[in-house]
């Protein structure tokens, strides 16, 4: 099964976001990866989760390149190699997870695929547990709808980032949660900045002993003008858009509690 990411899986066409550079499209089960090959990462992934079929599966699976693009083309194992680097799942491993059991497995394990990671400083902070628990939260949150979501997540592919091993590591990531709500499409847009934890002079890699990953809601806006990608009805439909009016503030976030999503959504 490799079907890739659906438009219409919320009841609404929510279009794959298109960036301006030159991409490799890459489909996998309920989601899609758009590997810049040029930087040897994904300019944007995009996920359907549906979280009323999610599955409790045993992590299966191991880190792999994908044949159908160059080796060169990807970020692979030799880059985290003997150094504090984590690969980070841009798609987490469960997202793709739900429906039959089989087809659940198969969708999780296929997000170990190497254009599906980023580089991300190694050990967990209560800013970085935060950023992997917001698409929990807002799903959470989404329950009282029809329990659907599209995802989509990728690094801030800047020309500064810093270089090391052959790549350029982001320092900022971006995840905009999309839902269905009573008044239609609603979204909520993040970034991730892993600046104060990377130093990459001389080719090493150095991990500052007082950095900390800072996790910040933007608006959509933002984003798109960020990294340049197209993000069409996404803009439109962030939650920190009030009477037409859009917010400038990046709220920085402690907790998921400090997460704005608008009006509770109300059952449709």
Known sequence: MTDGYDPGFLATTL????PVQVVRTLAYPRFTVLLDP???????????????RLRALPRTGEWRLDPRAAADEQTGPGVYARN???????????????????TAREASEATFFYPNAAPQAAGFNQSKELWLGLE??????????????SVFTAPVLDAADPPYRG???????????????ENGLAAAGFVLDQSTLIDTR???LAVPPLGAFRTFQVPIADVAALTGIDLGPLVDADVLTDRGARSTVWRELDSAGDVDLGTDPQPT
């Not at 279009?15 to 298109?18: F, G, I, N, S, V």
């Not at 944007?44 to 009323?52: Q, S």
């Not at 929990?136 to 979501?149: G, I, K, N």
Request: hydrophobic share 40%.
């Open 202 to 204: 001389e080719e090493t």
């Open 167 to 181: 790549i350029r590591i982001p320092l900022r990531f971006w995840k905009i949660a999309s839902w269905r709500s």
């Open 136 to 149: 929990d939260h807002v799903l959470s949150y989404a329950e009282t709808t029809d329990q659907r979501m």
């Open 15 to 18: 279009p794959l976001p298109r």
């Open 84 to 102: 504090d680097l984590d690969r980070g799942h841009l798609v987490r491993r469960r997202d793709p997870g739900w429906g039959p059991v089989e």
């Open 38 to 52: 040029a930087r040897r990462l994904a300019a944007v992934t995009a996920v359907n989760i549906d979280g009323a």
